[in-house]
């Protein structure tokens, strides 16, 4: 293997200048990947998700070796471990979006799901956002934490980190990115509201599958 898909390193290069567009992934913070039949295309280290291009994408096998493009994303372990815990999943967006962050950082009424069902959109995007708990980034430590995921997992928060979430294809888990950040806003300005309402556990289940 001596270079990325081009159709598939065009789409994620593509979506990741998306989600800076977006301000989703401030200075060079934010990493995503794709599964592939040989191992992951991932973004790399050090390059803002805005400036990326099909010819940045690192290529790395099915055990995480580096086969080709520039050095990958030091969260790339985490990434891998996702992909082990959940098969099903195709894609990975990682990103250090405002509100996220914000919610990461504050002690949970319930670790199971940090972001109440404010809206049908949220719940049928993400489900249940579990809250893990901190490790230092890029460390054997936070890829660990991957193995505490449900199987329905959609999403989650990394303490005092940021968002990961996972999709069959890269276009699902941006979209879930997405709603995690408008959720944590809407979490945060309800936060000083009393009588807050959030649907019912009835109605949350009729949105599951």
């Given at each position: ?32 990947s794709?599964r ?5 295309l991932t ?8 400036a990326?291009?099909a ?6 096998d ?21 992909y082990a815990?959940?098969?099903?999943h195709?894609a ?6 405002t509100h996220?962050v914000?919610?990461a950082?504050l ?8 972001l109440p ?8 995007r993400?489900?249940a ?7 230092p ?5 936070l890829a660990?934490?991957?193995?505490r ?7 989650c928060?990394?303490a ?12 699902t888990?941006i ?12 979490h945060?300005?309800l936060a000083q ?5 959030t649907?019912s556990?009835?109605?949350y289940?009729?949105?599951r599958?």
């Amino acid at each position: 293997m001596t270079a990325p898909p081009a159709n598939t390193a065009d789409a994620l290069a593509a979506a990741c200048r998306d989600l800076a567009a977006l301000g989703l992934s401030p200075g060079s913070s934010g990493n995503a990947s794709v599964r592939t039949a040989d191992g992951i295309l991932t973004t790399p280290t050090g390059l803002p998700l805005s400036a990326l291009t099909a010819q940045d994408i690192s290529v790395l096998d099915s055990s995480g070796r580096h086969r080709a493009g520039p050095p990958p994303t030091k969260e790339a372990p985490l990434h891998l471990r996702i992909y082990a815990r959940l098969p099903h999943h195709g894609a990975v967006v990682h990103l250090h979006s405002t509100h996220a962050v914000a919610v990461a950082c504050l002690e949970p009424a319930e670790h199971a799901s940090v972001l109440p069902p404010y809206t049908p959109y949220g719940v049928m995007r993400l489900g249940a956002v579990p809250l893990l708990p901190y490790a230092p980034p890029g460390s054997e430590r936070l890829a660990a934490l991957a193995d505490r995921l449900s199987p329905d997992t959609h999403a989650c928060l990394l303490a005092q980190h940021g968002s990961m979430t996972m999709g069959a294809d890269l276009g699902t888990a941006i979209q879930a990115a997405v709603e995690v950040e408008e959720t944590a806003r809407i979490h945060l300005l309800l936060a000083q509201h009393r009588g807050v309402r959030t649907l019912s556990p009835d109605e949350y289940a009729a949105l599951r599958p």
